[in-house]
């Protein structure tokens, strides 16, 4: 009775050893990530505000992933891209906004603050519309999709132009802040 006792112990015990080693591999890599393959470099560096040659511009990023429909897809990583664009304009929009009347509190009157607030709600609209996606790039080991979209800060400067419930003077002090708005981010990496 005792050696069977024995016996099942020291089998159960190499049992035990045999499953605990076996279990101890190293599991294969499985996860495949960007970086695995070549991508444009603004995949990588996604969106915000850069110099690109001799201008100064506003990037975004989009992706879809997932999708069986090409088209679907493709769009989808469009309007991913443009959306973040979008985000990035609002963002100086506001920030314009904030500064402009900050400056204007002091001297100007509320019928020049209003204009300012009418003119800042129709901005983002009006130079988003002029985004326009660049490159795409398909990544080779997933259903992934990236687009990259692109609007010009002179497009943003432009618009500012065409406010004409503005006087001169605060559509010169918005273009130079927006001046001043881009550089900060192109700093800060946003």
């Known amino acids: 009775m ?12 190499i049992f035990t050893t045999v499953l605990f080693f076996g279990c101890t591999s190293t599991p294969e890599k499985t996860r495949v990530i960007v970086g695995d ?7 990588n560096k996604g ?3 850069f110099k690109d040659t001799n201008e100064k511009v506003f990037y975004g990023v989009g992706l879809a992933d997932g999708m069986q429909n090409l088209s679907l897809q493709r769009t989808t990583a469009d309007d991913r891209a443009i959306a973040n664009v979008a985000t ?6 506001k920030r314009l906004k904030k500064d402009y009347e900050s400056i204007t509190a002091a001297g100007k ?14 901005l983002v609209n009006q130079t988003v519309s002029g985004a326009r996606i660049i490159d795409h790039w398909e990544h080779p080991g997933k259903n992934v999709l990236y687009a990259l979209a692109r609007v010009e800060l002179s497009t943003l400067q432009k618009q500012i132009e065409t406010r004409r419930e503005l006087s001169d003077e605060s559509r010169d002090a918005i273009k130079k802040k927006a001046e001043k708005l881009h550089e900060e981010m192109a700093k800060e990496g946003l």
Do not use: C, H
């Open 109 to 122: 009157d509320s019928t020049e603050r209003e204009n300012v607030d009418n003119a800042m709600k129709l």
């Open 2 to 13: 005792n050696t069977m006792r024995f016996r099942s112990g020291f089998m159960m015990s």
């Open 88 to 93: 990035q304009i609002n963002s100086v929009v």
């Open 37 to 43: 393959y070549q991508p444009p470099d603004w995949v």
């Open 47 to 49: 969106s915000g505000a």
